[in-house]
């Protein structure tokens, strides 16, 4: 689903490019497989509140398969081992500043 600057949009990026998924309800319903909308319903109107942001997140999440792939493969990567183009977050001077409370010093 493409987004426009007028919808909101969860940004997730991948090899380096940020892609826009839907940030609405109604947007992530639309944007999703038809077989998964009755359990995208299902988990909406069940969903705490306080839990809510991040159960959207991950559906949003799942209205691009082939960005969950490449998550999938990614961490099998990881997982044996294999950290090939990874910077580690000390090397990332921006967050290099950062201390253990998430601000800087």
Same mark, same amino acid.
């Given at each position: 689903?493409?987004?426009?600057?007028?919808?909101?949009?969860?940004?997730?990026?991948?090899?380096?490019?940020?892609?826009?998924?839907?940030?609405?309800?109604? +947007?992530?319903?639309? &944007?999703? =497989?038809?077989?998964? @909308? *009755?359990?995208?319903?299902?988990?909406? %109107?069940? /969903?705490?509140?306080?839990?809510?942001? +991040?159960?959207?997140? &991950?559906? =949003?999440?799942?209205? @691009? *398969?082939?960005?969950?792939?490449?998550? %999938?493969? /990614?961490?099998?990567?990881?997982?044996? +081992?294999?950290?090939?183009?990874?910077?580690?977050?000390?090397?990332?001077?921006?967050?290099?500043?950062?201390?253990?409370?998430?601000?800087?010093?």
């Amino acid at each position: 689903m493409s987004q426009t600057p007028d919808e909101p949009s969860f940004s997730v990026y991948d090899g380096g490019e940020e892609i826009a998924l839907p940030a609405t309800v109604g +947007g992530i319903r639309r &944007a999703l =497989a038809s077989e998964l @909308r *009755p359990e995208f319903d299902s988990a909406v %109107e069940t /969903t705490p509140a306080q839990d809510l942001y +991040g159960e959207l997140a &991950a559906w =949003a999440l799942k209205t @691009r *398969p082939d960005l969950l792939a490449r998550q %999938e493969e /990614t961490f099998r990567r990881l997982e044996r +081992g294999d950290f090939t183009g990874f910077t580690p977050a000390e090397e990332i001077p921006e967050l290099a500043l950062l201390d253990g409370r998430g601000s800087g010093t």
